[in-house]
Each structure stands twice: as C-alpha cells, then as structure tokens.
Nanobody, 121 residues
C-alpha cells in the first residue's frame, strides 16, 4: 500500500508565502512524476505544477514565477513553495505521484488527502 501525506497548509495573508510538503510512504520501488493539483471553491481540480524524476518542471500559467516545485528523491517527498499568494490561490491542494510498487508492475497514480490553503486578509 502507498500513502501520500501532505502538510504545510494554512491561513496566510495576500502576498505571503507557504511551503507545502508531501511525503510518499509504503511499498515503493520507484516514483516517476510528482505533482500538485488544487481545487478551489466551486471549481474543478486543476494541475498546479509537476516535476519529473529527473527534475524537469512545468507550471500552470497562473502560478508561474510565484510557485516552485521541488523534490527530494531520497525522502520520496515533493514540495511546493508558494510565494506572493493571491486570494485566488485559495484551494485544497493535493499531491499526486506515479508509483511503481515493484519492478514487474506498472506505475499507478496515487493521491494525498489534501491540505487547505486559504489566502485572506
């Protein structure tokens, strides 16, 4: 079984910063892409940022220049540094990872439980 556990959400004022973490644990042979998604009130879940196992990154246009995704492969952990936060960044943030549980299988996508980020004055 594989678990993804997010942490680091909270309440922050506009212009502030937060750092989210997501640690994968369990039966893990390898992890390929790791990503952050978010779902705001009344909105569909959307991709925020993704990072490959080699460190290549891609961002949603709405967060480019403000958010930075990174990962520590030794800890099976992905991070999201969020700066210059705006009201519209308010959402539940979910991490997602492609996990191979043994060398004979295929990568499966796993989700964390989500962490709330609220930007409010």
């Amino acid at each position: 079984q594989v678990q993804l556990v997010e942490s680091g959400g909270g309440l922050v004022q506009p212009g502030g910063s937060l750092r989210l973490s997501c640690a994968a644990s369990g039966s893990i042979f390898s992890i390929n892409d790791m990503a952050w998604f978010r779902q705001g009130p009344g909105k569909q879940r959307e991709l925020v940022a993704v990072i490959t196992s080699l460190g290549s990154t891609n961002y949603a246009d709405s967060v480019k220049g403000r958010f930075t995704i990174s990962r520590d492969n030794t800890k099976n952990t992905v991070y999201l540094q969020m700066n210059s936060l705006k009201f519209e960044d308010t959402a539940v943030y979910y991490c997602n990872a492609g996990v191979l549980v043994n060398r004979y299988g295929s990568y499966l996508k796993y989700w964390g439980q989500g962490t709330q980020v609220t930007v409010s004055s």
